[in-house]
T-cell receptor, first 112, second 112 residues
Framework: GNSVTQMEGPVTLSEEAFLTINCTYT??????LFWYVQYPGEGLQLLLK?????DKGSNKGFEATYRKETTSFHLEKGSVQVSDSAVYFC???????????FGSGTKLNVKP | DAGVTQSPTHLIKTRGQQVTLRCSPK?????VSWYQQALGQGPQFIFQ???????QRGNFPDRFSGHQFPNYSSELNVNALLLGDSALYLC???????????FGPGTRLTVL
């Protein structure tokens, strides 16, 4: 079956620290992988995506590389800001119906 | 071009009542998926509508039903509400030929 596992939070960092949020997946077929961000009281915003192995998605300083050999899609950012504080969800689509499978989310707190 | 819209923003109901949530897709989108996001969890797939028919369904009871209209907008109906139905309900819309989807801001349902 299809599933996504994320590292548990919360993750607390100081401003300008390096961020890694781990994400691994199990999927049938050839999934597309996504990172979504959710700010308090809001819906989901697409942060980045990758549709095939070795692709790197990037946006707003965040990056994630689709690693088929390790079934991983870890999110990284070199220097976090207080405004990056949010919940981050890793997700995949692995069928023709574009149904998302989400991880449980990782809350990031960035302190000034 | 408006993005995905949902109404209402917030809703408070009591146990046993029925509720209807609405989603209007982004222009050009013909597929609507509904997700339930309980507090502290990732979104869970409820069902998907395409060409006015339910195309795929997640692991939710028959109390959850839906409809898609000729203009591609959609409703989610939940009957006999339980306390556990309290959640953020998200809709995501897309077009049949692409796997990118856009999420609406969600409807926060509280069942007392």
């Amino acid at each position: 079956g299809n599933s996504v596992t994320q590292m548990e939070g919360p993750v607390t960092l100081s401003e300008e620290a390096f961020l890694t949020i781990n994400c691994t997946y199990t999927a049938t077929g050839y999934p597309s992988l996504f990172w979504y961000v959710q700010y308090p009281g809001e819906g989901l915003q697409l942060l980045l995506k990758a549709t095939k192995a070795d692709d790197k998605g990037s946006n707003k300083g965040f990056e994630a590389t689709y690693r088929k050999e390790t079934t991983s899609f870890h999110l990284e950012k070199g220097s976090v800001q207080v405004s990056d504080s949010a919940v981050y969800f890793c997700a995949l689509i692995s069928d023709n119906f574009n149904k998302f499978y989400f991880g449980s989310g990782t809350k990031l707190n960035v302190k000034p | 071009d408006a993005g995905v819209t949902q109404s209402p923003t917030h809703l408070i109901k009591t146990r046993g009542q029925q509720v209807t949530l609405r989603c209007s897709p982004k222009s050009g989108h013909d597929t609507v998926s509904w997700y339930q996001q309980a507090l502290g969890q990732g979104p869970q797939f409820i069902f998907q509508y395409y060409e006015e028919e339910e195309r795929q369904r997640g692991n939710f009871p028959d109390r959850f039903s839906g409809h898609q209209f000729p203009n591609y907008s959609s409703e989610l109906n939940v009957n006999a509400l339980l306390l556990g139905d309290s959640a953020l309900y998200l809709c995501a819309t897309g077009s049949g030929s692409h796997n990118e989807q856009f999420f609406g801001p969600g409807t926060r349902l509280t069942v007392l």
